[in-house]
Nanobody, 120 residues
């Protein structure tokens, strides 16, 4: 199983980006999917999460600006980022709890990360 992210880039403050993360390989089911970020010199932090049923949670610093969603048929999670600020500059990682078969428990996978840079 692999998680492949896309959609990062350079944007001016106040702009928007949409990140995507798709799971490929042998996927039986996916539980929670999350986005994390890590800025230079800082610890990785949770940005947002979404359950299979669509319940969401957000870090306080992105509430009202970012929206997480998922397409279960495509095994894909999205992060719509609006009103971006220079402080949002970081490498963004997706994370998912994936079962490869009915006989195995969920395993946590990470994407390779995608760089988001917000200029002032």
């Amino acid at each position: 199983v692999q998680l492949v992210e896309s959609g990062g880039g350079l944007v001016q403050a106040g702009g928007s980006l949409r990140l995507s993360c798709g799971a490929s390989g042998i996927v039986f089911s996916i539980n929670a999917m999350r986005w994390y970020r890590q800025a230079p010199g800082k610890q990785r932090e949770l940005v947002a999460g979404i359950t299979t049923g669509g319940s969401t949670n957000y870090a306080d610093f992105v509430k009202g600006r970012f929206t997480i969603s998922r397409d279960n048929a495509k095994n894909t999670v999205y992060l719509q980022m609006n009103s971006l600020e220079p402080e949002d500059t970081a490498v963004y990682y997706c994370n998912a709890e994936i079962r490869s078969s009915i006989y195995t428990g969920p395993h946590t996978y990470w994407g390779q990360g995608t760089q988001v840079t917000v200029s002032s």
